[in-house]
């Protein structure tokens, strides 16, 4: 378990970093639009995100 729990936040850090590295302007633009949101549409974003990845999760471990 702590093994696995380890590399799903290097795939994490993986992902977050994929864009930034390949595309550095669009990362840049795409923050700039983040910070102009309201606290509102940051967390149903997040929400969002969780319900996306539960629901991958969750596919991953019945499939």
């Not at 936040?9 to 795409?30: H, I, K, M, N, Y």
């Not at 309201?38 to 969780?50: C, E, P, S």
Request: overall charge negative.
């Amino acid at each position: 378990m702590p093994e696995s729990l380890l590399a799903a936040f290097a795939l994490v850090f993986v992902l977050e970093g994929f864009l930034p590295l390949v595309a550095p302007q669009v990362w840049r633009e795409a923050f700039q639009r983040m910070l102009a949101m309201t606290d509102g549409q940051l967390r149903f974003m997040g929400l969002a995100a969780v319900l996306i990845g539960l629901t991958g999760f969750w596919l991953g471990i019945h499939a």
